[in-house]
């Protein structure tokens, strides 16, 4: 009997002293679509991931992957910014003002918007163009004692005028909270 414990015991030592044989990685393969999935594919519930398009690349270029562009879309240009406008905004809330916006080259001429925020107060956001510091890619400005700042970008038919920091032009400092970007659409002439 003791016999017999010894060589189970034994075995069981054996046992845990093998070393597990190492493990294999998987297969970098994507599995097979599951049926489920091609009947999905067929009544259009699910649309098949976008080919991933290889080409070979320019001389020059380092890169040698690319993703189809299926609208042709280009890159906007770095151009500078030219814009001239005057024009009053105004929505359902009552939220109103008007903007003076007048950019030759990216070099701002004049720059007076102008915030009317029913029940919360006002704000008048004059710049003196000596205080431009930015011209490329947009058009940035900060006022010298206050620190506020102004930036212009376009994008497509639209200039947008932004602030910050520039709770110092308003009439109390709840009110620059609700003031945001206005839009100028240079085709049509309006604000938004």
């Not at 008007?98 to 710049?127: H, I, K």
Request: aromatic share 4%.
């Amino acid at each position: 009997m003791r016999l017999t414990a010894l060589i189970i015991l034994l075995a069981a030592l054996t046992a845990c002293a093998t070393p597990e044989p190492p493990l294999t990685e998987p297969a970098t393969t994507p599995p097979a679509p599951t049926t489920a999935m091609q009947d999905a594919e067929k009544m259009g519930a699910v649309k098949p991931e976008p080919e991933r398009v290889t080409t070979t690349p320019r001389p020059g270029s380092s890169s040698t992957s690319r993703r189809t562009n299926p609208r042709n879309l280009k890159p906007m240009p770095t151009r500078p910014l030219q814009v001239a406008m005057n024009c009053r905004f105004r929505n359902e809330t009552g939220y109103n003002g008007d903007a003076r916006v007048e950019v030759r080259d990216g070099t701002v001429r004049r720059l007076q918007v102008n915030y009317n925020l029913p029940g919360r107060g006002s704000c008048q956001m004059v710049f003196d163009p000596a205080h431009q510091t930015q011209r490329l890619p947009s058009v940035e400005l900060r006022h010298a004692s206050t620190g506020c700042t102004a930036r212009l970008w376009e994008q497509g038919d639209q200039a947008t005028v932004s602030f910050t920091g520039c709770a110092a032009h308003c009439t109390n400092a709840e009110a620059f909270q609700y003031v945001w970007p206005v839009l100028m659409n240079r085709r049509s002439g309006r604000c938004d």
